[in-house]
């Protein structure tokens, strides 16, 4: 079995900075991707960002580009999220996830195929 455990979500003040881990274990982890999900309240789950493991290469949502930067260790299994510029309506509950195989559609979580338990975030006016 696969677990993602998200740490690292508080309160903040606009124009602050937070930073979210996500370490995965279990048995032979081995995912393609993973990517940041976030859901406010009454609000669907939207994409952030992800990140391939083999190469690197990233993708954001535009309203993040800029400020979120999201970025692995192989070694310990782990992903970043790096905020910076927060913004109140950055607010919502922040999910990672992790994709075992290629999807083009890699803003939607249906391709994902393990997901933590959430780390909440609120970001102050």
């Known amino acids: 079995q696969v677990q993602l455990v998200e740490s690292g979500g508080g309160l903040v003040q606009t124009g602050g900075s937070l930073r979210l881990s996500c370490a995965a274990s279990?048995?032979?982890?081995?995912?393609?991707?993973m990517g940041w999900f976030r859901q406010a309240p009454g609000k669907e789950r939207e994409f952030v960002a992800r990140?391939?493991?083999?190469?690197?290469?990233?993708y954001y949502e535009d309203s993040v580009k800029g400020r979120f930067t999201i970025s692995g260790d192989n070694a310990k299994n782990t992903v970043y999220l790096q905020m910076n510029s927060l913004k109140p309506e950055d607010t919502a509950r922040y999910y990672c996830?992790?994709?075992?195989?290629?999807?083009?559609?890699?803003?939607?979580?249906?391709?994902?195929?393990?997901w933590g338990q959430g780390s909440q975030v609120t970001v102050s006016s």
């Open positions: 996830a992790a994709a075992t195989s290629y999807s083009p559609s890699y803003r939607s979580p249906r391709v994902y195929d393990y």
């Open positions: 279990g048995r032979t982890f081995n995912s393609y991707a």
């Open positions: 990140i391939k493991w083999s190469g690197g290469s990233t």
